[in-house]
Nanobody
């Protein structure tokens, strides 16, 4: 059974940091791009960041550029999202996702095949 499980969410004050992890099991995603998305209450799920299978290509949503860093450890089958200088508008449920399409770097949620259940991030002002 393939699973993605996020961890590392929590409540922080504005300006604080959190590091999210996404552990994959049931298959390896070492040859697949993986991404982070988030969804705030009443909002659409939105793209946050994506990383290529090798880790040499990354893309970010404009509002998180310079504050968030996506990375991966293929040996551990784990994806990360380091979030610094957090803002109240970053409050959301954060999801990791895996894209099975070879070579694609995608920013649309519908292009991803596997999803974790999400981890809550709450940033207070």
């Amino acid at each position: 059974q393939v699973q993605l499980v996020e961890s590392g969410g929590g409540s922080v004050q504005a300006g604080g940091s959190l590091r999210l992890s996404c552990a994959a099991s049931g298959r390896t995603f070492s040859t697949n791009a993986m991404g982070w998305f988030r969804q705030a209450p009443g909002e659409e799920r939105e793209f946050v960041a994506v990383i290529s299978w090798s880790g040499d290509m990354t893309y970010y949503e404009d509002s998180v550029k310079g504050r968030f860093t996506i990375s991966r450890n293929n040996a551990k089958n784990t994806l990360y999202l380091q979030m610094n200088n957090l803002k109240p508008e970053d409050t959301a449920l954060y999801y990791c996702a895996a894209d099975l399409a070879f070579g694609r770097i995608a920013a649309q949620a519908y292009e991803y095949d596997y999803w974790g259940p999400g981890t809550q991030v709450t940033v207070s002002s």
